[in-house]
């Protein structure tokens, strides 16, 4: 393992480890948009009284960016900024657009029946959020030795249940004592410290931290970019039509229903039913994905290396 140097400073390509901590933080990140606008926003209109309906349609804004990741690797793929890198201008543009995002919401102020404004927000978030997603896919893939995709995929995952997790709760919790203009205010924050992180960083040796700082292009990725859209549309359908891919879509279909129906359902259940405020939907959304989270860390790794991802995959869905 190469060291770090305060000459070179924070480079991936150098550091096994700086590689795995830096995509378990980005998905760490990653998780608290989505613990904010996916659990602690419907905790907050289903508590204080929002119709089934209302608190349907602003998840479904929210979620619908996530349905439409494919078209984000076409224009991650033929546009970036190599002398930054392959994937940190798409990391800091999503982080950007979604700090944007958040200071409209704090000047807004959308109450629990302004559904188009929250849905609008949760959609334009979300989907800053998928472009971030993208990119640490991309800069995984990247960067990664083979033998160190596993344990990755283990982190990454991991890192965003426990983003989740912490989002949800803390939120959760602000919401419920100061509103929800803390609440949104506190991830901006969050994110802006992350943004900080990406400035830090760089992905190969010779790069430049900043547009208007000095550097190259790395030789490599210079080689892997691809300058015509036609190319990469010819990959992307030729993937979507194998047959992994086709086996594999019912599998994705079906995770997604459960993971949006209960989505929705856990915070109208505990406030129509059980009398439960945000901070109680919250804490129990949280706990559950705090649990999943470190499972992931401890074992998702693990067990994908002693008995393969397709066998761990299986045995995952069974539990």
């Known amino acids: 393992m190469a060291t770090i140097s305060p000459q070179n400073g924070l480079i991936l390509s150098h550091s096994r480890?700086?590689?795995?901590?830096?995509?378990?933080?980005?998905?760490?990140?990653?998780?608290?948009?989505?613990?904010?606008?996916w659990f602690a926003i419907p905790a907050w209109m289903a508590a204080n009284g929002a119709p089934a309906e209302h608190v349907g349609s602003v998840l479904a804004l929210t979620a619908?960016?996530?349905?439409?990741?494919?078209?984000?690797?076409?224009?991650?793929?033929?546009?970036?900024?190599?002398?930054?890198?392959?994937?940190?201008?798409?990391?800091?543009?999503?982080?950007?657009?979604?700090?944007?995002?958040?200071?409209?919401?704090?000047?807004l102020n959308p109450g629990v029946g302004?559904?188009?404004?929250?849905?609008?927000?949760?959609?334009?978030v979300n989907m800053a959020t998928t472009f971030q997603d993208v990119a640490v896919d991309g800069l995984a893939?990247?960067?990664?030795?083979?033998?160190?995709?596993?344990?990755?995929?283990?982190?990454?995952?991991?890192?965003?249940?426990?983003?989740?997790?912490?989002?949800?709760?803390?939120t959760g919790a602000v919401i419920g004592a100061y509103g929800a203009l803390a609440a949104y205010a506190i991830v901006a924050g969050?994110?802006?410290?992350?943004?900080?992180?990406?400035?830090?960083?760089?992905?190969?040796?010779?790069?430049?931290?900043?547009?208007?700082?000095?550097?190259?292009?790395?030789?490599?990725?210079?080689?892997?970019?691809v300058g015509?859209?036609?190319?990469?549309l010819k990959s992307t359908l030729s993937s979507l039509f194998k047959m992994p891919s086709v086996l594999w879509a019912p599998v994705l279909m079906g995770r997604?229903?459960?993971?949006?129906?209960?989505?929705?359902?856990?915070?109208l259940i505990g406030s129509n039913y059980l009398g439960w405020k945000e901070a109680e939907i919250s804490s129990l959304t949280a706990a559950a994905g705090l649990v999943a989270?470190?499972?992931?860390?401890?074992?998702?790794?693990?067990?994908?290396?002693?008995?393969?991802?397709?066998?761990?995959?299986?045995?995952?869905?069974i539990v």
């Open 141 to 170: 893939v990247d960067i990664m030795e083979e033998d160190e995709r596993v344990r990755g995929s283990g982190m990454m995952f991991g890192g965003q249940s426990i983003g989740i997790a912490v989002a949800t709760a803390l």
């Open 228 to 232: 015509a859209w036609w190319p990469i």
């Open 64 to 107: 619908l960016p996530w349905s439409l990741k494919f078209v984000n690797g076409f224009f991650m793929d033929r546009y970036t900024f190599l002398p930054m890198g392959r994937r940190r201008i798409w990391l800091l543009g999503a982080q950007t657009v979604m700090i944007a995002a958040l200071c409209a919401a704090i000047v």
């Open 293 to 317: 989270g470190i499972l992931c860390l401890m074992l998702g790794g693990w067990l994908g290396d002693r008995f393969g991802a397709k066998r761990t995959s299986i045995g995952w869905l």
């Open 256 to 267: 997604g229903l459960l993971y949006g129906g209960l989505t929705g359902a856990t915070p």
């Open 190 to 225: 969050l994110i802006l410290l992350l943004c900080l992180y990406i400035i830090a960083f760089k992905e190969r040796e010779g790069e430049r931290k900043l547009p208007w700082q000095q550097g190259t292009a790395h030789p490599r990725n210079l080689e892997m970019q």
């Open 17 to 37: 480890r700086l590689r795995l901590f830096t995509l378990f933080i980005l998905y760490v990140g990653q998780g608290l948009p989505i613990g904010l606008f």
């Open 114 to 124: 302004d559904v188009a404004v929250l849905g609008a927000i949760g959609f334009v």
